[in-house]
């Protein structure tokens, strides 16, 4: 069983930064991909960025050259850099686990995730 723990988070003003933390416990394989996805209210639940165990990432088109994902293979603890926040930004963020790295994109569906945490960026 895949439990996953986020911390992070917040409420920041516009064009400020946040960085997001999802510890992994119970999978320590390299075929894996590996999210985050955003639920914004009022719209559906959006993945926004992914990495595999071979650190290849994908993003959304709305987070891209802003967001950047990457992971501690050492810590088993993937990461979500946020810069430039934006209002639209606001939302539940999830960490999301799937135990295959076939196809690993931000249209990926995951097996595991994690509790969410809130994200508000103010005007």
């Known amino acids: 069983q895949v439990h996953l723990v986020e911390s992070g988070g917040g409420s920041v003003q516009a064009g400020g930064s946040l960085r997001l933390s999802c510890v992994v416990y119970g999978y320590a394989y390299s075929n894996r991909c590996m999210g985050w996805v955003r639920q914004v209210p009022g719209k559906k639940r959006e993945g926004i960025a992914v990495?595999?165990?071979?650190?290849?990432?994908d993003y959304a088109d709305s987070v891209k050259g802003r967001f950047t994902i990457s992971q501690d293979h050492r810590e088993y603890t993937l990461y979500l850099q946020m810069n430039s926040l934006k209002p639209e930004d606001t939302g539940m963020y999830y960490c999301a686990h799937r135990r295959s790295a076939n196809n690993c994109d931000t249209s990926s569906l995951f097996e595991y995730w994690g509790q969410g945490i809130q994200v508000t960026v103010s005007s």
């Open positions: 990495i595999d165990g071979d650190d290849r990432t």
